[in-house]
């Protein structure tokens, strides 16, 4: 089965920590640039952080900058976020994409696979 799966959201207090993973299946990621974008009720969807396809080269939102860290295992076929210093407001659906690319893009056009996202909660 073709697909990205992410996992890792849930409830947390503001200020904590989460680690999202997303992984593929049927399909290798090496190579190609991958993609954290989130969605919260009623707002647009939001590219928080893009990775190139070799991983040396990091891209953030300024919302999330120096609380949230990219990185991706190519031999595991993942991508993680590790998201520290939560907010309220970076509550949100968190989807994974990978692009057709190994330079990272903000058009969804250029991303083929998309997982079904996972929700973080920020709430005390």
């Known amino acids: 089965q073709v697909q990205l799966v992410e996992s890792g959201g849930g409830l947390v207090q503001p200020g904590g920590s989460l680690r999202l993973s997303c992984t593929a299946s049927?399909?290798?990621?090496?190579?190609?640039?991958m993609a954290w974008v989130r969605q919260a009720p009623g707002k647009e969807l939001e590219w928080v952080s893009v990775?190139?396809?070799?991983?040396?080269?990091?891209t953030y939102v300024d919302s999330v900058k120096g609380r949230f860290t990219v990185s991706r295992d190519n031999a595991k076929n993942t991508l993680f976020l590790q998201m520290n210093s939560l907010l309220p407001e970076d509550t949100a659906v968190y989807h994974c994409?990978?692009?057709?690319?190994?330079?990272?893009?903000?058009?969804?056009?250029?991303?083929?696979?998309w997982g079904q996202g996972t929700q973080v909660t920020v709430s005390s």
């Open positions: 994409g990978k692009s057709r690319y190994y330079i990272p893009t903000y058009d969804r056009r250029d991303y083929e696979y």
């Open positions: 049927g399909f290798g990621i090496s190579g190609a640039a």
């Open positions: 990775i190139n396809g070799g991983g040396s080269s990091t």
